[in-house]
């Protein structure tokens, strides 16, 4: 089983300040990473999504990195808003289509 | 498109009695993904289908659960008999299973074992 790990557990920003969130990944035959959002008692919301061919992606204040080569991706937040309060969940895929999860990072942005 | 259906959203039952967990992929997707998740574990992947045959089981817990995937437009997820350490959400996803394509989840089925 490949291991996800994300840091931190928990993070608590004042409105308007930029963000990062941190994935590291274990598996060498990544073949595409996720970034999700899950509010409480929902499912998981794929927000970017990167192919392993690819160093970034980006859809509005959500940007995602990807080195395979370190085996980490970055979800840079930029001017957080009260609304982006949830918990982020980066999800490694591998060429054998099973997809690993880490445990979240559980993020407050405070007005 | 309505997204992944699954249902119940809640059950509650005692301990032995069996639970069936109900999921309808995105039409078209030919994968799907059966996930638990508990605050201490975190997302477990369970088992996942390839065109309705069962592809990897290595994550189903013990010989109680077992999942089946009779069409592409239906598959469940059966607990029997059930046990309170069996209390929690568990998800359904599916994909199309290409490099670019995200994987969709439904909302989760809470198990609630007593």
């Known amino acids: 089983k490949q291991e996800v790990t994300q840091i931190p557990a928990a993070l608590s920003v004042p409105e308007g300040e930029n963000l990062v969130l941190n994935c590291s990944f274990t598996?060498?035959?990544?073949?595409?990473l996720q970034w999700f959002r899950q509010d409480p008692g929902k499912g998981l919301t794929s927000l970017l999504l990167?192919?392993?061919?690819?160093r970034e992606q980006t859809s509005g204040r959500l940007n995602a990195s990807l080195d395979k080569s370190s085996g980490r991706s970055t979800l840079y937040i930029a001017a957080s808003q009260p609304g982006d309060s949830a918990t982020y969940l980066c999800?490694?895929?591998?060429?054998?289509?099973?997809?690993?999860f880490g445990t979240g990072t559980s993020l407050t942005v405070i007005p | 498109d309505a997204g992944v259906i699954q249902s119940p959203r809640h059950e509650v039952t005692e301990m032995g009695q069996e639970v069936t967990l109900r999921c309808k992929p995105i039409?078209?997707?030919?994968?799907l993904f059966w996930y638990r998740q508990t605050m201490m574990r975190g997302l477990e992947l369970l088992i996942y289908?390839?065109?309705?045959?069962?592809?990897?089981d290595s994550g189903m817990p013990e010989d109680r659960f077992s999942a089946k995937m009779p069409n592409a437009s239906f598959s469940t997820l059966k607990i029997q008999p059930s046990e309170p350490r069996d209390s929690a959400v568990y998800f359904c996803?599916?994909?199309?299973?290409?490099?670019?394509?995200?994987?969709?989840f439904g909302n989760g089925t809470r198990l609630t074992v007593t």
């Open positions: 996803a599916s994909s199309l299973g290409r490099r670019n394509s995200p994987l969709h």
């Open positions: 039409s078209g997707h030919d994968y």
């Open positions: 289908f390839n065109n309705n045959v069962p592809i990897d």
């Open positions: 598996d060498s035959a990544i073949y595409n």
């Open positions: 990167i192919q392993s061919s690819q």
């Open positions: 999800g490694e895929g591998n060429t054998g289509n099973q997809f690993y």
